[in-house]
């Protein structure tokens, strides 16, 4: 897939997303202590398991590329990883997901004829390939799970639509055919853009509704989802402004707010979010902390407690941390770190929120940091791990 766009990479797309309080079941089906979720839990309070499951996200069909859904563990104080292996037979699993009871992982298939795959994460066994659906668009980028458990919704950016596929608990969390897709067709595409580019799909936090981020219509649009039919019903849509790029939205706790990173012109944003009715209300642009030079912000963090955002900046090459302040409604950038590798295309939290992962595309490697509970400072750890264009971490 060579499909030419305007911005920071040629082709292909990307986010991951894995929920922390996700962690407790998927340790569980992984074998491991149960583990609390970060936001019942005192960050500094007693010590998290000394390893646990890593599994990281590549492409398969460029230079370099991996040979599949990389696996591994990391040390819970350390940061220290360590691989363990590959999971074969999936193709370009640019982004991964897990299932809400922690069975089952998901991954894209960044391809022309985009699809999903489904990946069974049995107790103390080998990770096992259940099978793959088409998304019916091209070049997948994004996945995630509904937190009821029974629909995966995928973010096509070539073709610029969202699928939705049934989740089937009996066959392991093994996917059925697809029972929507829809294809954003309007507004029309902003400016510098072939037409839209589906970046993310989220599910609001009433559970309700469905937000999917557009990239080439610089649009977030809003759908309600019927969950027993599997089908979304467009409700409304927020438009940024003119070139933005909108790339990642993260939920505030209270779900009330929320922060969107556009990728074109090195912004962020803060939302609101009223869950009765789905809408995302935008706020102004906010800077980056990256200065004049040319950076693209990938995704943004917000602790469970509701105290920091951090986002990654590829091109620049490190990581903003914010202060949330009112409530949720007002972001205050502190500082920038370097990230310690090249192109940071996604970040992802321990379930503790103790570490801080970063998977740097062009560089091929991981890197780690302490993440301090009262300040929100972040400190690397270690060396970088090399992993093939290291595009998704997922700690669990």
């Given amino acids: 897939m060579n499909a030419a766009r305007k911005g920071p990479e040629i082709g292909r797309r990307h986010v991951i997303g894995a929920v922390a309080g996700l962690a407790a079941a998927a340790g569980a089906a992984l074998g491991l202590p149960d583990a609390a979720p970060a936001q019942a839990r005192p ?65 894209v298939d960044e391809q022309q004829d985009g699809a999903v795959t489904a990946i069974a994460l049995p107790p103390g066994g080998r990770p096992e390939v259940l099978g793959s659906r088409s998304t019916g668009g091209a070049g997948p980028c994004h996945l995630s799970v509904h937190p009821g458990g029974r629909w995966l919704f995928s973010a096509n950016y070539l073709s610029g639509s969202v699928a939705v596929h049934p989740i089937d608990p009996a066959a392991g969390g093994a996917l059925g055919e697809r029972t929507d897709l829809v294809a954003h067709t309007s507004p029309p595409p902003g400016p510098g853009q072939d037409g839209p580019h589906a970046h993310q799909t989220i599910t609001g936090p009433d559970g309700g509704h469905v937000l999917a981020v557009d990239l080439g219509t610089d649009t977030v649009y809003s759908y309600r989802l019927d969950e027993s039919a599997g089908t979304l019903s467009q409700v409304s849509y927020a438009a940024l402004r003119p070139g933005a790029g909108p790339r990642h939205l993260t939920f505030h706790p209270s779900g009330r707010f929320a922060y969107l990173a556009n990728e074109v012109d090195n912004t962020v944003v803060v939302c609101g979010y009223d869950p009765g009715s789905g809408r995302l209300t935008p706020g102004e642009p906010q800077p980056t902390g990256t200065g004049p030079g040319t950076s693209y912000p990938a995704q943004l963090l917000v602790t469970a407690d509701g105290g920091f955002a951090f986002l990654a900046n590829r091109g620049h090459n490190s990581l903003t941390r914010y202060a949330v302040e009112a409530g949720g409604a007002r972001l205050r950038l502190l500082d920038t770190v370097p990230v310690g590798g090249d192109f940071p295309r996604q970040i992802a939290f321990s379930p503790d929120e103790r570490l801080l992962f970063a998977a740097n595309q062009k560089s091929g490697t991981v890197t780690v940091f302490s993440v301090d509970a009262k300040s929100g400072a972040l400190a690397p750890l270690g060396e970088p791990f090399a992993a093939p264009v290291a595009v998704c971490a997922l700690p669990l």
């Fill in 43 to 107: 960050r500094p309070g007693r010590a998290p398991r000394a390893q646990r499951p890593l599994f990281l996200g590549t492409y398969t069909s460029v230079a370099g590329g991996g040979t599949g859904v990389g696996t591994g563990t990391y040390d819970a104080t350390s940061g220290r990883i360590t691989a363990t292996g590959v999971v074969t037979g999936v193709t370009d699993p640019s982004y991964l997901a897990l299932a809400p009871d922690g069975r089952t992982l998901y991954a």
